[in-house]
């Protein structure tokens, strides 16, 4: 502890997630005293990562909790100055989407409010929503940056089956919704597909999905990212059902990185800082498939990353991040993102390295 200010106690839904892990070590790192929800504190395996976090053993306490068990987060969050919910359904739904992804975010999104609502000491709650809230529509001008005033058609992401971007955006708009109409203070983290490295042993939806693109194989599985529908389901603006591991969407375009840790400083700032309101943009650079390609196979050329994708014509999009920008926030770059990711991989063993990067 020594050098670290201690501060308050927040809590982290989901906290052994990808994303999440790496928020507590933050979190930890900065002082703060953090509840983790978890389906399973029994399980070892799964949280030993969390258990080896500096200052864990001192100021982390982890909980058991379901989103969709009512008050099953009232344990964790009472008492809690801050709470950040990340938890939510990382999966390609199987066969019932709504069981799968749809309920568990929306219903367990006002579950935890609900427990939220509950807690005298609350201060303010931070919950990750996703760029996939903003990006899945087809009625904007592609020349102008997309910022926090868009929201994602949600006749379109049904229409297209884009169950996660559907999940993200009836979350946050439910979140809006009762925090609104029961006085909480919310603000709202909007990341792009997070990158960097893996602190839980088992990689999740994301990192599996960017291990696959490196190693050359599975790479229709990338190219379907559900944190793009927008690039991945547009051609000439017209839209295509998506069904899956389809063909068409080998051919999108775009899509916006950000580095695992801007994401969990982005998560602090917005809680610690009072002037932070509303809804945040959290993504360094948005790039075109192939452009991520070429500079992937020039840095990394041992790995047998594609080199080229099928070239479309495809709606273009930028982010504008000024918001956080103009909070004091500077994202990384997307090299430096991918290094440590890849780096973080090879160490792990799920990737073989036989040159450093040039
Ligand atoms: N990864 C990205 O690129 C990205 C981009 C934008 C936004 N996000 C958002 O970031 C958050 C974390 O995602 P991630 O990428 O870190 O995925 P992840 O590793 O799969 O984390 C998802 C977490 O949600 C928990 N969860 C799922 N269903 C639950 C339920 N019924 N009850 C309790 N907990 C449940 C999972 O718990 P278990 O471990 O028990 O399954 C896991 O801890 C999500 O809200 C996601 O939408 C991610």
């Known amino acids: 502890m020594d050098g670290v200010r201690v501060k308050g106690r927040v809590c982290v839904t989901g906290a052994s997630g990808y ?70 359904p990382v999966v390609k739904p199987s066969f019932d989407p709504k069981a799968e992804i749809l309920e568990p975010a929306v219903k367990g999104t006002v579950n935890v409010l609900r427990s939220c609502k509950k807690n005298p000491s609350l201060r303010r709650v931070v919950l990750t929503s996703s760029s996939s ?29 884009i169950w996660y971007a559907l999940s993200k955006t009836l979350a946050e708009k439910a979140a809006w919704e009762f ?77 916006g990185y950000v580095h695992i840790d801007d994401v969990a400083l982005c998560h602090i700032l917005v809680y610690e800082q009072d002037a932070a309101n509303g809804r945040h943009l959290c993504s360094s650079t948005v790039t075109d498939n192939n452009d991520l390609v070429s500079m992937l196979s020039a840095r990394y050329p041992s790995l047998p990353i594609p080199k080229r994708f099928p070239q479309l014509d495809r709606p273009y999009y930028e982010l504008n991040t000024s918001k956080i920008t103009g909070l004091g926030f500077k994202f990384r770059p997307i090299e430096e993102m991918f290094d440590d990711c890849i780096k973080s991989l090879a160490e792990q063993g799920h990737l073989s390295l036989q040159t450093a990067p040039s």
């Not at 609104?180 to 490295?197: A, R």
């Open 19 to 88: 994303l999440a892990s790496w928020l507590v070590k933050r979190l930890l790192l900065s002082g703060y005293h953090v509840v983790g929800t978890v389906r399973d504190p029994a399980n070892q395996r799964k949280l030993a990562h969390l258990w080896s976090l500096e200052g864990a053993k001192e100021r982390l306490r982890l909980v058991r909790a379901d989103l969709l068990e009512d008050g099953s987060f009232d344990d964790a969050i009472i008492g809690c100055q801050g709470v950040f919910h990340t938890a939510s």
């Open 133 to 161: 809230t903003v990006r899945a529509r087809d009625d904007f001008d592609f020349k102008t940056p997309l910022d926090e005033s868009s929201w994602s058609s949600v006749q379109l992401c049904e229409t297209l089956q």
């Open 179 to 255: 925090c609104n109409e029961n006085n909480i203070d919310l603000v709202t983290v909007l990341p792009s597909f997070v990158i960097g490295p893996s602190l839980p042993p088992d990689l999740c939806a994301t990192a599996s999905d960017v291990l696959a693109l490196l190693k050359g194989i599975e790479t229709k599985r990338f190219l379907i990212m559900i944190n793009d529908p927008q690039s991945l389901s547009i051609n000439n603006g017209i839209p295509s059902v998506r069904t899956g591991e389809t063909e068409q969407f080998e051919r999108h375009g775009r899509m």
